[in-house]
């Protein structure tokens, strides 16, 4: 079976600081996955090292069967990342920013619209499409903000 995210012996050190000790972990494609733990745990770093954010001392990641280090392209058309804070546009609604992250990711015009209505509909965010991204809270941000080109 191959897994959403699999992570084999993780090896992250910041100076003599070793963050990632040999993690391992797999997740099952349509599940969701809770990291829970005191800060400075390593989470953010375990995030970023299976999304390709940082490089690795050693072990290695895979996203659905794709080598996060050697097929870094591939993995970053398979994943949305919505960090701690959302990189979004405050000047524009939900819906531009989602179409404008569309172009980015290389759909046609006609495309990104589409692409930005499923999303809108996907993550319930019908009341908010319109509205500024400056007026929403923290939370709607986020989920505005979670995105893959599909
Ligand atoms: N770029 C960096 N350079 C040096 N040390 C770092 C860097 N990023 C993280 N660290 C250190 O790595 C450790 C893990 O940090 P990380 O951000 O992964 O923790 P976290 O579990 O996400 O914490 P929080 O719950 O506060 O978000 C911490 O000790 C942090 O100081
Ligand atoms: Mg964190």
Redesign the pocket.
Known sequence: MTHAIEAERLVKR?GE?V?LDELSFSVAEGTVLGVL?P???????AVKAVTGLTRLDSGQARILGRSVRDESDAVKQLTGFSGQFAAVDEDLTTAENLVLVGHLYGLSRQGARRRADELIQAFDMGAYARKRVGQHSGGMRRRGSTRQAG
């Open positions: 910041f600081q963050v733990g800060n400075g745990a390593g989470k953010t770093t």
